[in-house]
C-alpha cells in the first residue's frame, strides 16, 4: 500500500515568514512523529501524536513551532517566523500501535530559509 | 529523560570484512532498540530491531546483541558489500512510550 507522504518535498521561504509542512501517514496507523534532520546530522524528535491522547510536545525547540493533527490522520507541523537555524529536512514517519513500534518514514521536506 | 549514545560516528571497512556500532542509552526501563539505515537523499529504513527479552537477534548478514545489565546494544554487520555504505542510526524506545530517542548516527563507508 502507500507509504508515509510529505509535501512539499523542497520549501524555499524568506526569514521572518510562516511555513506549513504536511504530512500524510500510512492508512490506519495511530501513531504520527515529526523529526527534523540538519545537514549530516541525526534525528531531531520534536513531536509526536498517539490516537486522541494529548500530544508529546516535549522536542519542540520553541513556541514557534506547533503542530496538528486532524481527524486522526494527516499532520501540519507550523514553523512561524522563519529563522535561518530551522533550514534542516523535517521528516514524518507513523506507527501502526498497539505494540508496533516500527516506525515508517516518509521521504521528508527539505526547507531552506533565506 | 533517555540519552543514548553512539559510536564510532564514521566507520571505513574493507568489502568482506566485519562492521559493528554501538551505542549506550540510559533508562534501564527501555525495552525496544531499532537500528535504521539511511542511505544518501533517502528515508531511514529500518533494518532490524530488538526488544529487551532478548539477548541477540540475527537476520542474514546482520545481527544485533543486547545487554540490559550494561545498558548497550550493537549492531554487527558481516561479509561487507558496498550497498551496505550508508549512515545507520541506532535507537531507544523508552518504557511507556512509543516515541524513538535516537543515536547520532554512524557514517559506514565500505572499500572496494
Redo the contacts between chains.
Keep these: 500500500g502507500a507509504g508515509v507522504s510529505q509535501s512539499p518535498s523542497n520549501k524555499v521561504t524568506e526569514k521572518g515568514k510562516d511555513v506549513e509542512l504536511r504530512c500524510d501517514p500510512i492508512s490506519g496507523h495511530t501513531?504520527l512523529?515529526w523529526?527534523r534532520q540538519s545537514l549530516g546530522?541525526?534525528?531531531e524528535?520534536l513531536i509526536?501524536f498517539?490516537g486522541n491522547s494529548a500530544p508529546?510536545k516535549?522536542g519542540l525547540p520553541s513556541d514557534r513551532f506547533s503542530a496538528e493533527r486532524t481527524g486522526g490522520s494527516v499532520s501540519t507541523l507550523t514553523i512561524q517566523r522563519t529563522q535561518q537555524e530551522d533550514s534542516a529536512v523535517y521528516?514524518c514517519a507513523s506507527?501502526l500501535?498497539g505494540g508496533e513500534?516500527?516506525?515508517y518514514?516518509?521521504?521528508?521536506t527539505r526547507l531552506t530559509v533565506t | 529523560?533517555e540519552n543514548v549514545e553512539q559510536h564510532p560516528s564514521t566507520l571505513s571497512v574493507q568489502e568482506g570484512d566485519s562492521a559493528v556500532i554501538k551505542c549506550t542509552y540510559s533508562d534501564s526501563a527501555s525495552n525496544?532498540f531499532?537500528w535504521y539505515k539511511q542511505e544518501l537523499g533517502k528515508?531511514?529504513?529500518?533494518i532490524i530491531?530488538i526488544r529487551s527479552n532478548v539477548g541477540e537477534k540475527k537476520d542474514q548478514r546482520i545481527a544485533v546483541t543486547l545487554n540490559k545489565t550494561a545498558k548497550h546494544f550493537s549492531l554487527h554487520i558481516t561479509e561487507t558489500q558496498p550497498e551496505d555504505s550508508a549512515v545507520y542510526?541506532c535507537a531507544a524506545?523508552p518504557w511507556g512510550?512509543?516515541?524513538?530517542?535516537?543515536?547520532?548516527?554512524t557514517r559506514l563507508t565500505i572499500n572496494p
Design positions: 501513531a512523529y523529526y546530522q541525526g534525528l524528535f509526536y498517539q508529546d516535549s521528516l506507527t500501535g513500534y516500527e516506525q518514514f516518509g521521504p521528508g | 529523560g525496544y531499532p528515508r531511514p529504513q529500518l530491531d542510526f524506545s512510550a512509543q516515541k524513538l530517542v535516537f543515536g547520532q548516527g
